[in-house]
């Protein structure tokens, strides 16, 4: 990483009405001291999950009314290009494919994932296509019924994988990307009442790692298309936990370092952060540490681009706490004090371009 890099952090929140209408906020990065200092807001309602396109100079945001889509400008800052319907009900995760012309939209509420075309210029298009996940019936209010958490592209652009929590599987679609089609082809399962959460692939597509909210662990998966089938097979589980943790928690965050060499997860209740090293040559994931965030519900955590520092969002402290990072001897230092944010939900780091600065 040079020394001319310059970062901004995107921290997408929830807003509550006649109080905080800034969903969006944006923070310059001091990566030599670990800390975030506040350059603006963006005026949104519950922008509870936000993506960058691949080429860097898009942002595209949930909303209570379906998505938006901004344009990163000087300094990092956010300019509003449109917004469209995702004829349903607020969604909960979105990503793009790896040409950054589709959206994939993931809907807890209505378990529904879907597609919507995207423009050169950013914007957001129509919807190509929308399938609803079917279930077992009303069991309970969460389990057994769809639930749409995370929607993730293979990266050879091939396959969208679909994380259902209330159905404990993850559906794989093959992806036609010339009229933005989805069609299954495939289902991952993880043991029952798990809820898998978050999916993220390595950095060379071979290995999908997937969190499991109620379980508290991390599946490990090859994958590999073979004949135009896609072909996952488990080789770990790892906890999120230590031996020793807190009852009722929750696993909750999902993130890579940018140099694809860790991996990060955060657990609720025990108010935890968990790292781990990724075996570069099998995938398989080891612990390095596993240590209190000093705050309540990490929704997510993040280390900092140049790994030695790490971010946690606090999501009922309504806290991002900052800490040095020592990987070498699996230590977390908390580092200056804690800042204020009202609900915060997911943080993204984005290097900015020569056309940014």
């Known amino acids: 990483m040079s020394r001319e890099d310059r970062y901004v952090a995107y921290v997408s929140t929830y807003t509550t009405a006649g109080k905080d209408n800034f969903g969006i906020r944006i923070y310059d990065v001091d990566m030599k001291n670990g800390r975030f200092s506040e350059k603006d807001q963006v005026e949104i309602t519950n922008s509870s999950y936000v993506t960058i396109s691949h080429n860097q100079k898009f942002l595209y945001s949930i909303t209570d009314f379906g998505v938006e889509s901004y344009r990163i400008i000087h300094g990092g ?45 950013g914007s957001i298009g129509e919807i190509t296509d929308e399938v ?63 809820a898998p959460r978050h999916v993220k692939f390595s950095l060379d597509g071979r290995f999908m790692y997937v969190v499991h909210e109620l379980k508290n662990y991390i599946d490990v998966y090859t994958y590999k298309d073979v004949n135009g089938e896609p072909e996952f097979e488990k080789i770990q589980t790892i906890s999120t936990l230590n031996e020793y943790h807190a009852s009722s928690s929750a696993a909750s965050a999902l993130n890579l370092s940018q140099d694809g ?5 955060s657990n609720a209740g025990d108010n935890s952060v968990i790292l781990y090293h990724i075996d570069p040559g099998t995938g398989l994931l080891s612990k390095i540490l596993c240590l209190p965030i000093s705050g ?19 999501h009922e402290s309504n806290t991002m706490t900052f800490f040095t990072v020592d990987l070498k001897r699996g230590l977390i230092v908390l580092n200056g004090r804690e800042m204020q944010v009202d609900q915060p939900n997911c943080v993204i780091f984005h290097k900015l371009t020569e056309d940014q600065l």
């Not at 959206?103 to 879907?114: E, I, N, P, S």
């Not at 609803?132 to 019924?145: D, L, Q, V, Y």
């Not at 060499?261 to 997860?265: E, G, H, I, N, T």
Request: include cysteine; aromatic fraction near 10%; proline fraction near 2%.
């Open 77 to 121: 800052d956010l300019e509003m290009i449109n917004h469209a319907s995702i004829n349903g009900m607020r969604g909960s995760y979105l990503s793009t494919d790896y040409t950054d012309r589709w959206l994939f939209v993931a809907g807890y509420h209505d378990g529904k994932v879907t597609v919507l075309r995207l423009r050169e210029d």
């Open 296 to 314: 309540e519900y990490p929704k997510d955590a993040a280390l900092f681009p140049d790994n030695r520092h790490l971010v946690s969002l606090n």
């Open 261 to 265: 060499r860790y991996l990060v997860s």
């Open 132 to 194: 609803w996940h079917k279930g077992m019936g009303s069991i309970a209010e969460r389990n057994f019924r769809p639930h749409v958490q995370c929607v993730k592209m293979t990266r050879d652009n091939r396959y969208l994988c679909a994380a259902d929590l209330g159905m404990d599987h993850i559906n794989i679609y093959s992806f036609d990307a010339k009229n933005g089609k989805i069609r299954q082809v495939d289902i991952v399962h993880s043991d029952i009442e798990s």
